[in-house]
Nanobody, 121 residues
Framework: QVQLVESGGGLVQPGGSLRLSCKVS????????MGWYRQAPGKQREFVAT???????NYADSVKGRFTISRDNAKNTTYLQMNSLNPEDTAIYFC???????????????WGQGTQVTVSS
């Protein structure tokens, strides 16, 4: 089994910062890309950021320059540093990881349960 557990969400004032973490565990053979999506009430889930094994990153235009994605391969963990937050960033943030498990070479995307981020005064 593979589990992805997000942490670090919460309530923050506009202009504030939060750092989300996503720990991947289970019978993992290899982790490829890791990333973050978010979903606000009444809206579709949207891409936020992704990071490849070698460190190449991609960001949605709406967060570029404010958010930074990183990863610690030794800990099977990805992070999302969020700065200059505004109310439009309020959403459930979901972690995902493209990985292979033991005895397979077919990468599969796994998702966490999400963590709530609320930006409000």
């Amino acid at each position: 089994q593979v589990q992805l557990v997000e942490s670090g969400g919460g309530l923050v004032q506009p202009g504030g910062s939060l750092r989300l973490s996503c720990k991947v565990s289970g019978s993992i053979f290899s982790i490829y890309a890791m990333g973050w999506y978010r979903q606000a009430p009444g809206k579709q889930r949207e891409f936020v950021a992704t990071i490849a094994r070698g460190g190449t990153t991609n960001y949605a235009d709406s967060v570029k320059g404010r958010f930074t994605i990183s990863r610690d391969n030794a800990k099977n963990t990805t992070y999302l540093q969020m700065n200059s937050l505004n109310p439009e960033d309020t959403a459930i943030y979901f972690c995902n990881s493209d990985l292979t498990i033991k005895r397979t070479h077919k990468p599969t995307r796994y998702w966490g349960q999400g963590t709530q981020v609320t930006v409000s005064s």
